[in-house]
């Protein structure tokens, strides 16, 4: 079962920041809290991942509270480019050491002019 | 540097037949992981290879199997196919295990 929580969808305005939630409020302390974004049932594309701290790359900013119950992902101007659907997703870390990603149902973001 | 590659990328096969998929990690990566996605369930795991051993396994029946090669490229069979098994297959590959995970394009199976 996923261990998160978006919203199905939202909108933004093309050249504004587009900001999207997400709710992990089970998350262990080891759990890293990972962004990826499918367009039209392409591979997801990795954006962004974090553990504790703020983490800031050439494509997205990720907020994680302090409790790291919940985080956002933050595209700063968003473009026509980003409509796709958003997963947060928590890495679980298995017993055998290995991981798994366990997706949720994601947020189909639309960006329009 | 190359992305991770699959094929074939487009597949139409009858129920009953049997489909190999094959996937390239990207170069220097030793895990592969596989993903099934349909619009009923989502993206699924399937199962993660390392150093040619199945690592971990997802919930799907034993008729889904899969092999990695000592090159780390990897193969997954799906035997005596269903309609149900008509999706999206994905691969991730991974510098190591636990790391972060780049996924290909994709594979669509059309069973009917």
């Known amino acids: 079962d996923a261990k998160t929580t978006q919203p199905p969808s939202m909108d933004c305005a093309e050249g504004r920041a587009a900001n999207l939630p997400c709710n992990h409020s089970?998350?262990?302390?080891?759990?890293?809290v990972y962004w990826y974004r499918q367009i039209h049932s392409q591979g997801p594309q990795y954006i962004i991942h974090g553990l504790k701290n703020n983490e800031t790359n050439e494509m997205a900013s990720l907020i994680i509270t302090e409790d790291r119950k919940s985080s956002t992902l933050i595209l700063p101007h968003a473009t026509l480019r980003d409509t796709a659907v958003y997963y947060c997703i928590v890495r679980v870390i298995l017993n055998t050491g290995f991981q798994k990603l366990v997706f949720g149902t994601g947020t189909r973001l639309l960006v329009s002019p | 540097k190359a992305g991770v590659t699959q094929t074939p990328r487009y597949l139409i096969k009858t129920r009953g037949q049997q489909v190999t998929l094959s996937c390239s990690p990207i170069s220097g990566h030793r895990s592969v992981s596989w993903y099934q996605q349909t619009p009923g369930q989502g993206l699924q795991f399937l199962f993660e290879?390392?150093?040619?051993?199945?690592?971990n396994k997802g919930n799907f029946p034993g008729r889904f199997s899969g092999r990695q090669f000592s090159n780390s490229r990897s193969e997954m069979n799906v035997s005596t196919l269903e309609l149900g098994d008509s999706a999206l297959y994905l691969c991730a590959s991974s510098l190591l295990v636990r790391e972060t995970q780049y996924f290909g394009p994709g594979t669509r199976l059309l069973v009917l």
């Open positions: 089970t998350i262990s302390g080891n759990e890293y």
């Open positions: 290879y390392f150093s040619e051993t199945q690592r």
